[in-house]
Structures are given as C-alpha cells and as structure tokens.
Nanobody, 118 residues
Framework: QVQLVESGGGLVQAGGSLRLSCAAS????????MGWYRQAPGKQRELVAE???????NYVDPVKGRFTVSRDNRKNTVYLQMNSLKPEDTAAYYC????????????WGQGTQVTVSS
C-alpha cells in the first residue's frame, strides 16, 4: 500500500502561481510514475502532468509552458509548480502514484482545491 498526502492548493488571482506538493509513504518502491490529475465541476478527471522515477515527463497540452512537474525520489515527493494560472485551471487536483506495467495500479491522494479568480 502507498499513502499520498497533498498540500499547497488555494485561491489565487489569474496570472498568479501556486505550488502543489505530494508526499508518498508506505511501499514507495512499488511506484514508477507520480503526478497530478484534476477534475473541474461537471467534467471528467484529466491527467495534468506525470513524471517517472527516471525523470520521463508528460504534460497535457493546456498546461505546457505554464506548469512544471518535478520529483525528489529521496523524499518520495512530487511537486507541481503552476505559473500563469487561468480561471480554467480551477479544479480539484489529485496526486497519484502508479505501479509499473503490467499492473498499472493508481494510488490517489485526497485532493486539493485550486481556485483561480478572474
């Protein structure tokens, strides 16, 4: 089992920045990818960014150039630096940690709210 604890959400004006953190504990050696999904009201949960243990990174197109995902494997922590925030970034952000193939099982954090005012 893996436990994920998130921090760093909040309310910010458009154009502002926030940094999310997510610390993993438990059977962390079973994890490959870590990252973030988000879910806005009335919408499906979508992948925002992910980073593998070796540093391979993927971003969803709307956040490219504005968000940066990073990871500290010694601290088992993943970060999401969000700059130039837009109202459409408003959502609940969920940290995840995924085991390698073939299982590809996702552990989830409790979620943290990000609200961007216009």
């Amino acid at each position: 089992q893996v436990q994920l604890v998130e921090s760093g959400g909040g309310l910010v004006q458009a154009g502002g920045s926030l940094r999310l953190s997510c610390a993993a504990s438990g059977n962390v050696f079973s994890i490959n990818y870590m990252g973030w999904y988000r879910q806005a009201p009335g919408k499906q949960r979508e992948l925002v960014a992910e980073i593998s243990r070796s540093g391979s990174i993927n971003y969803v197109d709307p956040v490219k150039g504005r968000f940066t995902v990073s990871r500290d494997n010694r601290k088992n922590t993943v970060y999401l630096q969000m700059n130039s925030l837009k109202p459409e970034d408003t959502a609940a952000y969920y940290c995840f940690a995924r085991t390698p193939a073939p299982r590809n099982y996702n552990y989830w954090g409790q979620g943290t709210q990000v609200t961007v005012s216009s």
